[in-house]
């Protein structure tokens, strides 16, 4: 664990410091309450604060206000170091935002005792912490193929209609459905199916710009987003994914397996809502469909790739 002893007295900064170094602790050391705080606003900040109340430049309470002010995600646990002894001073420290106090001097066995417990709280809020991350991802992310769910990327969809609104951009989305994906199933299995899931976003990935947008719609469709220059042909990047896919061969545990996918394209340059949009690159998708697959039909216009074996 990585801690900060903010102490301006050399002998009790010393023996902290060897105490915790003892037990494995990585120490950081501040001499004053303005190098506590500028420690403590760095990246990677220390966990847990032995932080002296009386100390130059600022003290103790007025560190721990400010670092409470900076509303971090993970704050870090703070042991305040006192000489004053009256309730009222300790309820002062505490009001302040410190979680804890030892009063000097300092038994070395109180010592170990209020560390643990401050050690405790923060591996408690990591682990609490790492959980939320994990939760938050699996409700944002699809669990299979690991690109957005159906709900992350409806949202991507209306913030990216909102900002293509500000900026006077154009924004296209494509609803791509994989070509006979039932048969993929009922041969080999949906596992295999499942393998071809992912192959595809792999090769849907590396066909995408850092700002384009991916998610899983359901079952083998998936709906991508594209921010798109002016006076740029909108189908072009999307016939180019469709091409990808047909020349892509995909390594499944059945073996080699070659699939086309088709696409429905719907482009706005002006405001309008994700309901149109879906809905305009889903009847553009059953066009593409009805058309012989492995093809990109935008809107209800007859663009596509040129025809191969489906």
């Given amino acids: 664990m990585r801690i900060l002893i903010a102490d301006d007295d050399l002998t009790s900064r010393t023996v902290l410091a060897a105490v915790l170094r003892r037990e494995g602790h ?15 606003q760095q990246p990677g900040a220390p966990e847990l604060v032995i932080l002296d109340w009386i100390m130059p430049g600022m003290d103790g309470p007025e560190v721990t206000r400010r670092v409470r002010l900076l509303g971090n995600e993970r704050p870090p646990y703070i042991l305040m170091l006192t000489s004053r002894n009256r309730k009222s001073d300790i309820i002062a420290g505490l009001d302040a935002g410190a979680n804890d106090y030892l009063i000097k001097p300092f038994d070395l066995g109180e010592l170990r005792a209020r560390f643990a417990v401050g050690r405790r709280m923060v591996e408690m809020q990591t682990a609490l912490f790492e959980s939320r991350e994990a939760f938050a991802h699996l409700a944002t992310y699809d669990p299979l193929t690991g690109t957005l769910n159906r709900g992350a990327i409806l949202k991507k ?83 180019r994914l469709c091409t990808g896919i047909a020349d892509h061969q995909f390594v499944t545990r059945s073996g080699i397996l070659s699939l086309t996918a088709s696409i429905g394209v719907e482009f706005s340059s002006c405001e309008t809502s994700a309901d149109h949009m879906l809905a305009s690159a889903d009847a553009a998708l059953y066009q593409a469909k009805r058309g012989g697959r492995n093809r990109t039909v935008c809107r209800q216009s007859t663009l596509h790739l040129k025809s191969l074996a489906s």
């Fill in 157 to 239: 969809l209306e913030d990216e209609l909102a900002r293509t609104t500000r900026q006077a951009d154009g924004l296209a989305i494509g609803m791509l459905d994989i070509d006979h994906f039932k048969q993929i199933n009922d041969t080999y299995g949906h596992q295999t199916g499942d393998d071809v899931l992912c192959e595809i976003v792999k090769v849907l990935n590396e066909g995408l710009r850092p700002y384009d947008s991916l998610g899983r719609i359901g079952g083998e469709e998936f709906l991508l987003i594209l921010p798109i220059e002016a006076g740029a042909d909108p189908a072009a990047p999307f016939e």
């Fill in 26 to 40: 990585e120490v950081v050391v501040a001499v004053n309450g303005l190098e506590a705080w500028q420690a403590l």
